[in-house]
């Protein structure tokens, strides 16, 4: 028996509303478009940024796609240094020009600064009217030195060999009396100048006056005087003129 007899094609009711029948397109142009299907490796269409590790060293212009190779690049040590442009160079050697620099100027000034107290400090213990002329004290001569002098000088005369002032004070200095003691006290010995400059005025006064004059000690003095300071000038001049 056939199937087709068995079932019947009878459609029972559907209870469907019908508001309007079907109408053909009323637009016979037209685009379609269409959702491209995803890769099925599971690659999208935009690109993918890759993880860039950079070495942590100043300077260091190394960068890794892994982290393991940064951490073996670290423990290596092997940096590879930026290399810098002339400008550059000659920038960090002006820094270090103006660092010495600086450093020394500060030296100097530390020092200059030191000095300077120390200066002023020896200023502050300097007396006022240190460089006044003080006028000089007269020290008059004992009649013993006066005797010995004027015996020495005339000896000279009487035998013709003149005392050399410098062996005249040498000689004041050993002097002694019978019993060991000194003749002249160090507050009488002499100096050659002063011995000279009495000379000189003995030499002046007439002979019959010579043997018992009594010499004026102020004018003994302000020879000596004259006598050191015209040493003083000879001694400023040939240190100059050398």
Known sequence: MQRSKLLKNEQLDTGLKILSNFVG???????????SKENTTGNTAEPIEQSVFYCTEL???????????LQDHIDLGRHSDEKMSTYDHIRHRWVATCQANLFSSREILRRTTQETEQHHSLE????????LKKEKKFVR??????EFLQKT?????VSGRKA???????HMKSLRKDNGERLFSPNEWLQPSQISSYFARLSIMPRDQSNNADIIDE???SIVQAI???????????????
């Open 25 to 35: 397109a009323q637009q016979i142009d037209g685009n379609i478009t269409k959702k």
């Open 59 to 69: 300077g260091c212009t190394m960068q890794f796609s892994t982290y393991q190779g």
């Open 124 to 131: 502050n213990d300097i007396q006022y009217g240190w460089a």
């Open 141 to 146: 001569f004992s009649c013993k030195v006066k």
């Open 153 to 157: 000088y005339q000896d000279g005369e």
């Open 164 to 170: 050399n002032p410098s062996d005249v004070s040498q």
């Open 219 to 221: 004018d003994l003095q």
């Open 228 to 242: 050191e300071e015209e040493e003083i000038r000879n001694l400023v001049t040939a240190s100059v003129s050398e």
